[in-house]
Each structure stands twice: as C-alpha cells, then as structure tokens.
C-alpha cells in the first residue's frame, strides 16, 4: 500500500504534513483505541491516510494489548 498524492474521496492534495490522530479499531469484539497515531489528514474532507507501517504497527499492537494499557469504560446508548 502506498500513500496516495491526492484524497481518493475528494482529489485534494494530501501534503506531506502528518497529524497525530486517534483511532478506532474493533477486533474479536474487543474495542480498542490507539492514540497519537501518524497520518496525513485531508484538508478538504478529513479522511485519513496511514503509511503501510503504521497500519502493521497497529495489526501488531492488537494482537497482545498490554495489560497495562489504560482502560476505559464508555456508555452505549440506544437511539431511541
Ligand atoms: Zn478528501
């Protein structure tokens, strides 16, 4: 996978400026969030664009949390 020069959703050029995003990601059930994640963010549309490291990186964190990672536990509402 390779970052793209331009947005796939809205054709804006990406930059090469990185943010550090908070992501979301579910997996077996188990919810999990990484924070201060690299990626470049579209100006236009917000999409983000991970390097094809960062996304092993997050494969590889998911496979065996550390125990010692924070915690949190969030309220799931119903739309009534
Ligand atoms: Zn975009």
Known sequence: MTMPD???YCHTPLGTTEKRVT???RRHGQHI???HVPARVCSRCGERYFAA???REMERLMQAP???APRLSVPVL???
């Open 66 to 68: 550390p125990l010692t």
């Open 53 to 55: 490291a960062v996304v």
């Open 6 to 8: 331009f947005c796939e």
């Open 33 to 35: 969030i990484f924070e």
């Open 78 to 80: 119903e739309f009534a």
């Open 23 to 25: 992501v979301y990601r």
